[in-house]
């Protein structure tokens, strides 16, 4: 049933989708296809003729056209993503135990998405007809071809108005585009963001409701900018105890719109102002500022979305529930004072176990949570999680609306200008914006924090004695009391507090109090704002990396139950051999050890910092097991079932266990450009939609994205047997103790992190291990806990590096896609032992001074020893070192031929000489056949087949005959099979060549005739080559004038302005400068005041100082006289009276200056004036002079002109005589070349007709040669006589002679040509008279001889003597004719020589 829903869901959504395409498509083609430019980029046109089906089995989507497709159908693997996620969702809800019941509710699922799916309401439909026209109509925005007719349109009212050329044109285009581009961009995400809004509102009203609130808190008032008026008080904060609104909410107002709205529209009626309905209002928004006032409709869109989700987030995470009896309660935790009270006289030593009695103690079923409210009508929701979104908007609002007031007035006539208002705007929104966002940020921080406790409490309620042992569970609206500090006092027992951090958030208290919600929404409400929104912060972090730590230790203890149990976490499923719950208690006794051993543990800061780093490694640990140990251990062995298995599983539990980037499912076609990190800030600014959607996770807008840390787990490990979850759990075990092996051998460097030490470690610090005889790892005095966590993270990183690292380096090394079989893996560990980590060693122990000792232990590559003075971080270092180095090395050979491939195309290319562009450089390389004849296995299987039915004894193999059949049978179809596929790779291959030869000789008569036309295009003629360059050279001048006459302006213009500038401020600099003396001498005046002053108090010092030593003497009865300090005093007087005079000697000195000053600054002042009258006479006359010189060269230039046309009339006249005579001259001379012509073409037939009938005739000659030659050797064969033979040697050799003279002349030497009529006649002479010689013996011969000798001489002589006598004459028709020239020149007498 489950599948088939699913089936009818993706069926339901993909007709859907080929519909909505088949619309667009034929919106797009509704006047047809017309080839051109226009249409590139557009989707393929659909011929809609006939339908078809895609399969032959009845197909379960509809039937699509011949030629349809629709790349969006692809986008379908993200529906079974989402129902995973919804899955997943509720099964934490639910938390079934059976597989009956998660089939069940997976059922449920599945029918809920269905019936979702089928009463789907259209987006538009949660808001005004208005906004539906102006912002959901898709007439105009969505047709391709409409938007480019807009484009266009607004480009050429652009290039009207404001005539741009060259690059200033390109970039007004670009910048149209842009524009529109993110116009369209804007519409996009502001209709995504506008549906997600409406759902999420009605979360919020189901969620105020079920908590006692009205649907009025929803919405704010609109109040615009023009009817806004100053308000005090606006900072105003909602109230700290939003339950006070439920008795008395006369401060909210029940303002509740008739139709849903934008954010925008609350604020400004002026700025959510636009339309996409009709052209005018688009290209309204394109040329003016509509792109920014989209901008801020988004901003003011996206922060009301992100409010209601937090609102949304926190009373979802507030679960039902009803309380009981207060007085139970009170009696329950006043019994709870009273015992840890009691205990606070015992010893230390058994502080713990009383600490864990205590904690039994605590009421956990004082309340019960419902986290599912189907059925459950008479629940309510804690008041205490609601977020009124109209008091939390109400005051930013009026501050944003105060400041527009405020500035509106500083400004003043500038906002007469409406651009200058809506900037004014904008600033003031986007501030408002941050500021509510800023302000929703804590309750954001507060939700995430519940739902962590939540997920907390949901683990520890499936395991109840760990959390009554380790765990203290808060109460609602619990009083505090006691101390918010620990104390370390060895002398009584002191519970911890029951929060985690101080209430100023500067102090760390208990990490293992878990707090109720109704605490956590009132925590750090109290301190300011900035001050609580940092203790938050430290308080999420905190507990998210203790949420993850406790969720791994709880998982890991669970990976030993059974594979078809779902109730894992019962006491009875938790096997003895993955530690149970003796091994997770020690794991959380081993945390809190950490945290004691902190430098300050009390910081919280230094707690979050050791809580993350201490979940990385975790997660590290068990990705490094799985990944690679894991899998490594079952190849090696042989089982690749469980290998594969593993691999399989990895790829969907590990990467949620790290922190791999997840993009978001609607990002399918918004990526960030390569080379940019998603988690950079660079980035973030650059593209912050898009980088949001890169790392926000495959569904951003959520309630809940915990991290389902079991379920990853125990994928990875799902598929293994009992046996083989054994060996993987020694696997995971061995990794921790590599983790201990690592400390122990950084422990001196940890150490020196440690500036304390802690009363456990001073206890323990001399006992050793029983076994190992070191110290124990756990009795030590434990390191640093941040420096010891940082160490083995940085090692469990640099491991996973080296596995990344070794893997690539095999797979490129074996030349193969992976290393999965059991040859290959052995293949491998030979290879990389030999070439990387021998190497690695022997350099770590040339590095140590230990060569001796590596050499004489490690004889063999295939046999290492380690090291023992070495740690694995430097032998795995040195091996990723050496890793690297090798692949750096092969990507740098692989550049290399790029590039010489690259240089080359790039070489060739400027060898040509054409003038069309150099499409090699961008053309694909061409399909290389790599002819490899893949090897069938098939003797194996003929012997595996063979052994399957046998009989095996001592000495003998016994096999059926039927059987041996059977496999003999089988044996010869595998060879058949074997050689029809060779043949078939064989032909395919030489089919390939042959075409690869086919078209680079194509390519080479292309480049053949291309040259060939080049060269009979490139002449051009004398005459337009001097016209050409005489247009140059006059256009050359021309230009140099003119570059001359500009820069002869441009001189004077800057002469112009600078004595403009100078004659301006001028005045300015003066008066500047009187400023400045002034300022000057009254500083010397101010500065000669204060020396007086200052002296004068120290006289008046001085005067009193003596009276009282003078009183003091008196009081003692001191007898000595005072005469010297009254002549001191005097002295001192009389020298206050110089200095007086001094300093006013001083003040007219400084007079005097200022009035020299004075006088110089004038008299330089009217120098200048001077100087500058002069200047101007000065250039007056020059300009005087240029002009006369002007006007005199000018009257020059014309008398130069008129005399240089004459003469050019008169050589124009004698250049047409000239050309008329050439003229004549040359059709003479064309006549001529006619005649001749006629008669060399005459002459040639005649050589032509001769030559072939002279080749006739001596092939004729040849081939009765032939023949006189097989009967002579008949002949030969047959007669007795010795005579006979001899006349016929005799014949033969003049034949021979004959033919060897012959064949020492060749074609093209002048022997040849002379000769040619001589042989030729000795030829036919030699032929005769051996015709008639050996005719008359033909007969005699024929009868005595039946069977005739084969032919000795071979007939590749006679070709070769016919090639070299007769050459073709269609080749090369020109050699004929010097040949019959010169024969006709010899004489009959040179003829016969």
């Known amino acids: 049933s489950c599948l088939r829903l699913h089936l009818q869901l993706i069926k339901d959504v993909l007709n859907k989708q080929i519909d909505n395409q088949r619309k667009y498509n034929h919106k797009i083609w509704r006047d047809g296809p017309k080839d051109g430019i226009n249409e590139y980029g557009f989707p393929p046109y659909i011929i809609a003729k006939q339908l078809i089906a895609v399969n032959n089995s009845p197909p379960a989507l509809k039937n699509l056209y011949l030629l349809e497709f629709h790349p969006s159908l692809g986008l379908a693997s993200l529906i079974p993503k989402a129902l995973d996620h919804i899955l997943q969702e509720f099964q934490q809800i639910y938390r079934p135990k059976t597989a009956s019941d998660i089939i069940n509710l997976e059922k449920r699922v599945l029918q809920l998405t269905l019936d979702e799916w089928m009463t789907l309401e259209s987006p538009e439909s949660f808001y005004g007809s208005q906004l539906q026209k102006d912002l959901f109509v898709d007439v105009l925005v969505e047709d391709p071809s409409l938007v480019r007719e807009i484009a266009v349109s607004a480009l050429k009212s652009i290039t009207e108005e404001e005539q741009k050329q060259g690059k200033e044109k390109h970039v007004w285009f670009m910048n149209i585009f842009s524009r529109l581009l993110e116009l369209l961009t804007l519409r996009h995400r502001l209709i995504e963001v506008a549906v997600e809004s409406a759902q999420l509102g009605r979360l919020y009203k189901e969620f105020a409701g079920e908590m006692g609130f009205d649907e009025f808190h929803l919405y704010l008032r609109p109040v615009y900018f023009e009817f806004a008026t100053h308000k005090e008080k606006a900072d105003q904060l909602p109230p700290i105890f939003i339950t006070a609104l439920l008795e008395d909410d006369s401060g909210v107002d029940r303002y509740i719109p008739s139709s849903l709205v934008l954010s925008i529209q609350d604020i400004d009626n002026q700025i959510g102002k636009f339309s996409f309905r009709i052209r005018e209002s688009i290209l309204q928004l394109l040329l003016h500022s509509g792109v920014e006032n989209l901008q801020t409709a988004l901003a003011c869109q996206v922060t009301q979305k992100n409010i209601l989700l937090v609102a949304v987030q926190q009373a979802a995470f507030c679960h039902m529930m009803y309380p009981t009896q207060a007085g139970a309660m009170k009696e329950r935790s006043q019994s709870m004072r009273s015992q840890s009270s009691s205990t606070s006289e015992r010893s230390s030593t058994i502080g713990n176990e009383m600490e864990s009695q205590l904690l039994a103690t605590v009421p956990l079923t004082s309340y019960s949570v419902v986290r599912f409210s189907a059925g459950s009508w008479n629940l309510k929701r804690p008041p205490e999680g609601f977020i009124s979104i109209q008091l939390e908007k109400q005051g930013p609002r009026d501050i944003m609306l105060n400041t527009f007031i405020q500035k509106k007035q500083i400004l003043g006539s500038r906002m007469q200008n409406p651009d200058e208002v809506n900037k004014l705007k904008r600033e003031v929104i986007a501030e408002y914006c941050h500021k509510v966002t800023h302000r929703m940020s804590q309750y954001s921080l507060r939700s995430q924090i519940i739902a962590y406790y939540n997920s907390i409490k949901g683990l520890l309620e499936d395991l109840p004695t760990v959390r009554d042992k380790y765990f203290i569970i808060g109460l609602p609206q619990e009083k505090k009391v006691g101390k918010e500090k620990l104390e370390n006092d060895p002398r009584s027992f002191c519970p911890r507090p029951r929060c985690l951090l101080s209430a100023d958030g500067r102090s760390f208290l208990n990490l293992w109090f878990i707090p109720h919600p109704s605490e956590t929404l009132f925590m750090f409400k109290m301190l300011p704002e900035q001050a609580g929104c940092k203790a938050l912060r430290l308080t999420l972090q905190i507990v998210a990396a203790f949420h993850d730590i406790v969720s791994y230790i709880f998982s890991f203890a669970q990976l030993g139950s059974a594979p078809g149990c779902f109730d894992y976490f019962c006491l009875e499923h938790l096997t003895a051999d993955w530690g149970g719950t003796e091994q997770i208690g020690m794991e959380l006794q081993e945390l809190q050890k950490k945290i004691d051993n902190l430098h300050n543990p009390s910081d919280p800061n230094e707690v979050a910092q050791m809580l993350s780093l201490h979940r990385d490694i975790l997660f590290l640990q068990f990705d490094a097991a799985v990944r690679h140990l894991v899998r490594k251990a079952f190849l090696s062995s042989g089982n690749v079932s469980a290998y594969q298995s593993v691999t399989d599983n990895i790829y969907h539990g590990l990467p949620p266990l790290s922190n791999s980037i997840v993009r978001s499912a609607f990002a399918s076609q918004l990526l960030i450009p390569q080379l940019l990190d998603p988690y950079s800030h660079r980035t973030l600014m650059l593209f912050p939609w898009r980088t949001f959607l890169a790392n926000g996770g495959p569904f951003p807008v959520t309630i809940s994205n915990l991290n389902p840390i079991n379920n990853n787990m125990q994928l990875c490990l799902s598929g293994l047997n009992d046996e083989d979850r054994r ?667």
């Open 727 to 1393: 060996v993987a759990h020694g696997e995971l075990i061995g990794v921790q103790s590599e983790m201990e092996d690592i400390l122990l051998n950084n422990y001196a460097i940890l150490d020196d992190h440690r500036e304390w030490r802690t009363p456990f470690a001073k206890q323990s610090s001399g006992r050793f291990d029983e076994v190992s005889g070191k110290p124990s790892g756990a009795l030590l005095e434990l390191p640093h806990s941040v420096a010891s966590c940082s160490l083995l993270k940085s090692y469990l990183i640099l491991w996973k590096q080296l596995e990344v690292s070794k893997t690539e380096w095999g797979r490129l090394k074996l030349k193969v896609e992976d290393i999965n079989t059991v040859h290959l893996y052995k293949q491998f560990s030979e290879v990389y032992n030999v070439e990387i980590l021998y190497p690695a060693m022997r350099s770590v122990a040339i590095r140590m001074g230990l060569e001796d000792e590596f050499e004489g232990f490690v004889t063999t590559p295939q046999c290492t020893f380690p090291l023992k003075e070495v740690s694995e971080a430097e032998l795995k270092t040195q091996q990723l070192r050496q890793l690297l180095e090798s692949l750096e090395i092969h990507m740098i050979h692989n550049v290399q031929k790029k590039i010489n491939k690259e240089m080359t195309l790039v070489i060739s290319e400027k060898a040509r000489e054409e003038r069309n562009l150099p499409t090699e450089l961008w053309k694909h390389r061409n399909m290389q056949e790599n002819f490899s004849v893949p090897r069938p296995e098939i003797v194996e299987s003929f012997i595996q087949r063979l052994l399957e039915n046998h009989q095996e004894t001592d000495a003998e193999i016994i096999i059926g005959k039927d059987h041996l059949q059977r496999c003999l049978t089988a044996l010869g179809c595998d060879i058949m099979a074997r050689e029809r596929s060779n043949f078939e790779t064989y032909s395919m291959f030489y089919e390939n060549i042959l075409q690869q030869q086919q078209q680079l000789l194509y390519q080479k008569e292309q480049e053949m005739d291309a040259t060939e036309d080049k060269t009979g295009n490139a002449e051009l003629g004398l005459s337009q080559v001097a016209e050409l360059t005489h247009e140059m050279i006059m256009e050359i001048t021309a230009l140099r004038a003119r570059f001359t006459d500009l820069q002869r302006k441009d001189y004077s213009l800057k002469e112009q302005i600078r004595k403009e500038v100078q004659e301006d401020y001028g005045a300015l600099v003066q008066s500047l400068f009187l400023m400045c003396l002034q300022l000057k001498g009254k500083l010397d005046e101010y500065r000669l005041s204060i020396n007086q002053h200052m002296f004068e108090i120290i006289s008046e010092v001085r005067r009193d100082g003596v009276d009282k030593m003078i009183d003091l003497k008196k009081k003692f009865g001191s007898t000595k006289d005072n005469s010297r300090l009254k002549e001191h005093l005097a002295q001192q007087g009389q020298l206050q009276k110089l200095r007086d005079e001094n300093s006013s000697l001083g003040k007219l000195v400084c007079k005097l200056k200022t009035i020299s000053c004075w006088k110089e600054t004038v008299q330089k002042a009217k120098l200048s004036a001077s100087l500058r009258e002069m200047e101007k006479e000065h250039l007056l006359q020059e300009a005087e002079h240029r002009m006369n010189q002007e006007v005199h060269r000018g009257q020059k230039l014309n008398q130069i002109k008129t005399e240089n046309l004459g003469r050019m009339l008169e050589d124009l006249g004698e250049r047409e005589l000239r050309l008329q005579c050439l003229s004549a001259e040359a059709e003479k001379s064309s006549k001529r070349r006619q005649l001749q012509e006629r008669k060399m073409k005459k002459e040639i037939h005649q050589v032509r007709t001769q030559l072939t009938q002279e080749r006739s005739l001596k092939l004729d000659a040849f081939q009765r040669v032939d023949e006189l030659q097989s009967q002579l050797y008949v002949m030969e064969a047959a007669a007795p006589q010795r005579n006979f033979s001899a006349g016929l040697t005799r014949r033969s050799a003049n034949l021979s002679r004959s033919a060897n003279s012959i064949k020492l002349s060749f074609p093209g030497s002048a022997s040849w040509i002379q000769n040619t009529e001589i042989s030729t006649f000795a030829l036919s002479r030699d032929f005769k008279q051996h015709f008639l010689s050996t005719d008359s013996m033909h007969g005699m011969s024929s009868a005595t001889e039946e069977t005739q000798r084969p032919k000795t001489v071979p007939s590749g002589w006679r070709n070769r003597v016919v090639d070299a006598l007769l050459p073709d004459l269609t080749e090369n028709p020109h050699l004929v004719v010097p040949i019959q020239k010169k024969s006709q020149n010899c004489s009959p007498g040179q003829r016969r020589q």
